[in-house]
């Protein structure tokens, strides 16, 4: 089963990859510009010189191609269940919960985004009452949940109130993709500083 990327994610250095299309590259690196399945594509050998002397030929090859799949109109968007796992795109942070849109459920990557919460009371499972959603979330981060409701027609109730769910990527105020050095903290590898998330642990 070919791996999963998400928006954003960092796919590698474009030394070892091509960009295909659903990616985009910065800063000399190869970014997922969209959810999908990540696909490489072997380039065909390209003979650059034959010595006259002898029979053998030089040949290189260009990095493999990484592209996603769009998916198309005519799939059959999969509905998120309870207790399925999710990955979500944080949208906005409010006093008592975050806004998500939800891109995949299992490791299935959604048709149509759906929109999601994660209430105050839901992001950790101990010391409820002194959760800052602020220094829990930001918008833009991408966050594994786990579906506790269905709620109501325009919302699912989620949950990060478990050691393995939480913020899996983010990025710092400059921009920078930055990974986790705890529970609770993120760092930029650039700048060196570090923000405070609800950090998911990794499998």
Not at 110 to 119: K, L, N, S, T, W
């Amino acid at each position: 089963m070919a791996s999963l990327a998400i928006p954003g994610q960092l796919l590698g250095p474009i030394s070892k990859h091509t960009p295909g299309p659903g990616t985009h590259t910065y800063d000399s690196q190869l970014y997922a510009s969209i959810a999908g399945p990540i696909t490489s594509t072997p380039p065909p050998p390209t003979s650059t010189s034959t010595s006259k002397s002898k029979s053998k030929s030089t040949t290189k090859s260009a990095p493999p191609t990484l592209w996603i799949p769009r998916l198309s109109s005519s799939t059959t968007n999969i509905l998120p269940t309870v207790d399925a796992i999710v990955l979500c795109r944080v949208t906005r942070i409010q006093a008592r919960q975050a806004t998500v849109a939800i891109l995949v459920v299992g490791d299935t990557v959604c048709a149509d985004e759906f929109q999601g919460v994660i209430r105050k009371e839901d992001v950790r499972a101990t010391e409820k009452d002194r959760v800052i959603l602020g220094a829990s979330f930001v918008p833009g981060d991408i966050v594994r949940a786990c579906v506790i409701s269905l709620g109501d027609q325009s919302n699912y109730y989620l949950s990060t109130a478990r050691n393995e769910l939480g913020v899996v990527m983010a990025a710092s105020e400059a921009g920078n993709a930055m990974y986790p050095i705890s529970w609770k903290e993120f760092r930029d590898p650039l700048s060196g500083e570090t923000e405070s998330r609800k950090v998911a642990k990794p499998f």
